[in-house]
């Protein structure tokens, strides 16, 4: 029997079906590269956010507290949430105390000594919050805006600039409490 060899129909019908195959096996690797670029930036935000954080612990709990982890009574705290007199927030050397971080917009990010880090700048931004919160016992947490109270509530928020996603720790800090 005369081999009839390959016909350009049979060639075509194996190109297009190896195209069919190959485009979503295409599809599925840019959408898998997509993802991994996506969970390595919140991998990163998260870590940018954990640092400021660690950073912040590390400061006392009131601008009028002896030194860190000393107990003072609520009243004596400092009236305004802030960084206070000579404390300037693009120097975070400066801070002293953890409520001195509120209202910080670190952008482009910087650390302590106020050098910008250039591996994160226009991708990450951060910022914080910090405000005196009430935590009743086996209650919710309150957000307290007409007086002081023995809590602050410390929230620092990375967002991945462009991907329209961002990440937020917190971290409740207590008067007096050694931490
Ligand atoms: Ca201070
Ligand atoms: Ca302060």
């Known amino acids: 029997m005369k081999n009839r060899?390959?016909?350009?129909?049979?060639?075509?019908?194996?190109?297009?079906?190896?195209l069919g195959g190959l485009v979503p096996?295409?599809?599925?690797?840019?959408?898998?590269?997509?993802?991994?670029?996506?969970?390595?930036?919140?991998?990163?935000?998260?870590?940018?956010?954990?640092?400021?954080?660690?950073?912040i612990k590390q400061r006392k709990w009131d601008e009028n507290a002896p030194q860190k982890g000393v107990y003072i009574?609520?009243?004596?705290?400092?009236?305004?949430?802030?960084?206070?007199?000579?404390e300037n927030q693009n120097y975070r050397y400066t801070l002293d105390d953890i409520d001195d971080y509120d209202?910080?917009?670190d952008n482009p990010?910087?650390?302590?000594?106020?050098?910008v880090l250039t591996e994160y700048a226009n991708k990450y931004k951060r910022s914080v919050v910090v405000e005196y919160v009430n935590v009743p016992l086996g209650g919710t947490v309150t957000?307290?805006?007409?007086?002081?109270?023995?809590?602050?509530?410390v929230k620092v928020t990375v967002e991945i600039i462009g991907e329209n996603r961002s990440v937020t720790q917190s971290v409740i800090l207590?008067?007096?409490?050694?931490y």
């Open 5 to 18: 060899g390959i016909t350009l129909i049979e060639v075509l019908i194996v190109v297009a079906l190896l």
């Open 25 to 55: 096996l295409v599809k599925m690797i840019i959408e898998g590269l997509r993802g991994t670029q996506i969970m390595g930036s919140i991998t990163v935000a998260n870590s940018l956010a954990q640092s400021l954080l660690e950073e």
């Open 73 to 86: 009574p609520t009243t004596s705290a400092s009236d305004t949430l802030g960084p206070d007199s000579g």
């Open 103 to 105: 209202d910080l917009d």
């Open 109 to 115: 990010i910087k650390d302590e000594s106020g050098a």
């Open 143 to 153: 957000v307290e805006t007409g007086t002081k109270t023995d809590y602050k509530r």
């Open 174 to 178: 207590a008067n007096g409490t050694f």
